[in-house]
């Protein structure tokens, strides 16, 4: 079995922030609103693709934020890994072994996460409800997320919980809940063989580094990638687009 193990927001999928063109299809319904977007080009080639390969989205999206999204019948994939791959999902419903499992995996973390609470807390910066997002990691908002940031890394063994921060968003992860994990766990609960990947931002590093090929947008870091088979989108070209393209060449 081979897959494609791809990241999501500002991978395959848009925020109505972000201008792709014209001619693009609806995703995601939030509030009765339309919130996210592909390219009819990207969603095209999608369809095209799952006709080879097992499409397995891997997100840090939340269970309910992950369940807002609509691909259409002929693109909704079987499996999805969600809250930053903590969580299975197969048809919708999630895996309680492969939850379970990710809890032991993780045990050692919750005290730190308890601390970030504590830490957020006490944070004149943060404006959000600090939540723990799947009972598997700390989410919240920041007005300063740089400072926030510093505060939790004086605050925290880092050696059991690392800190994120995308705009204002911040995260704590427990330190053995990142997506590279979750690529090898997958591989071996599902029997696959190859891997394909893509991911736009430091989260999808390690995700990255376990597949057997891995695309990535103008601006990632290619430093910060062990992978020897990768591919990177020129400046100014839409990620998905390209990646897609790519990989429906590449099968």
């Keep these: 079995m081979r897959a494609f193990v791809s990241d999501l927001d500002n991978t395959l999928i848009y925020s109505y922030k972000r201008d792709i063109g014209e001619r693009k299809?609806?995703?995601?319904?939030?509030?009765?609103?339309?919130?996210?977007?592909?390219s009819e080009?990207?969603?095209?080639?999608?369809?095209k693709i799952l006709e080879k390969v097992t499409f397995i989205p891997l997100s840090t999206r939340?269970?309910?934020?992950?369940?807002?999204?609509?691909?259409?019948?002929?693109?909704?994939?079987?499996?999805?890994?969600?809250?930053?791959?903590?969580?299975?999902?197969?048809?919708?419903?999630?895996?309680?072994?492969?939850?379970?499992?990710?809890?032991?995996?993780?045990?050692?973390?919750y005290s730190e996460l308890e601390n970030a609470k504590y830490v957020l807390s006490k944070d004149k910066d943060v404006f959000f409800e600090i939540r723990l997002?799947?009972?598997?990691?700390?989410?919240?908002?920041?007005?300063?997320?740089g400072a926030t940031l510093d505060k939790l890394r004086n605050s925290l063994d880092l050696s059991k919980a690392e800190v994120f921060s995308n705009g204002e968003k911040v995260y704590v992860l427990p330190k053995l809940?990142?997506?590279?994990?979750?690529?090898?766990?997958v591989r071996e609960y599902l029997d696959i063989s190859h891997v394909f990947s893509a991911?736009?931002?430091?989260?999808?590093?390690?995700?990255?580094n376990e597949?057997?090929?891995?695309?990535?947008?103008?601006?990632?870091?290619?430093?910060?990638?062990?992978?020897?088979?990768?591919?990177?989108?020129?400046?100014?070209?839409?990620?998905?687009?390209?990646?897609?393209?790519?990989?429906?060449k590449m099968l």
């Design 25 to 38: 299809k609806p995703v995601e319904l939030y509030n009765g609103r339309h919130i996210s977007f592909m």
């Design 41 to 47: 080009k990207s969603f095209e080639a999608l369809k």
């Design 62 to 109: 939340s269970v309910e934020q992950y369940k807002r999204i609509n691909f259409g019948r002929s693109c909704t994939p079987e499996f999805a890994l969600v809250s930053n791959g903590g969580i299975l999902l197969k048809d919708g419903k999630i895996d309680e072994k492969f939850k379970n499992d990710t809890i032991k995996i993780i045990k050692n973390s």
């Design 133 to 145: 997002v799947d009972d598997l990691f700390v989410f919240t908002k920041s007005k300063n997320s």
């Design 177 to 185: 809940l990142d997506k590279g994990m979750a690529v090898r766990r």
């Design 199 to 208: 991911g736009d931002s430091l989260f999808d590093i390690p995700m990255l």
């Design 211 to 248: 597949a057997d090929v891995s695309f990535v947008p103008w601006g990632l870091e290619e430093s910060l990638i062990n992978n020897g088979c990768l591919y990177r989108s020129e400046k100014g070209e839409l990620f998905s687009d390209f990646l897609l393209e790519k990989l429906y």
